[in-house]
């Protein structure tokens, strides 16, 4: 069993910035981010695999950078340009298969979120 433990969430502005970082108990091959805004389903954001190939939502392309630390088993998610339609709870998700998704359905581990709050 892998242990997800975010940090970093907040309140800022639109325009702002805030990056949310995540460590792992354990090695996995796909390490990603999700989001829960309030009444919505939880949906994907941005993911990297084990050699950091990246893929975001379209939502977030330009704006979001996500990054791992391959031998600390952490994974960040840079956040620029901020909009309050990205307010939501973020997840740190990881995966034990190598495939890269989008699917929430896919990941096998999951931290416990970290608010993020844009104001407008």
């Known amino acids: 069993q892998v242990q997800l433990v975010e940090s970093g969430g907040g309140l800022v502005q639109a325009g702002g910035s805030l990056r949310l970082a995540c460590t792992a108990s354990?090695?996995?091959?796909?390490m990603g981010w999700f989001r829960q805004a309030p009444g919505k389903e939880r949906e994907f954001v941005a993911a990297v695999d084990w050699s950091r190939f990246t893929r975001y939502a379209d939502s977030v392309k330009g704006r979001f950078t996500i990054s791992r630390d391959i031998f600390e088993n952490t994974v960040s998610l840079l956040m620029n340009g901020l909009k309050p339609d990205d307010t939501a709870v973020y997840y740190c998700?990881?995966?034990?298969?190598?495939?890269?998704?989008?699917?929430?359905?896919?990941?096998?581990?999951w931290g416990q979120g970290t608010q993020v709050t844009v104001s407008s």
């Open positions: 998700s990881a995966r034990r298969s190598p495939r890269l998704s989008t699917t929430k359905e896919d990941y096998d581990y």
């Open positions: 354990g090695r996995t091959y796909i």
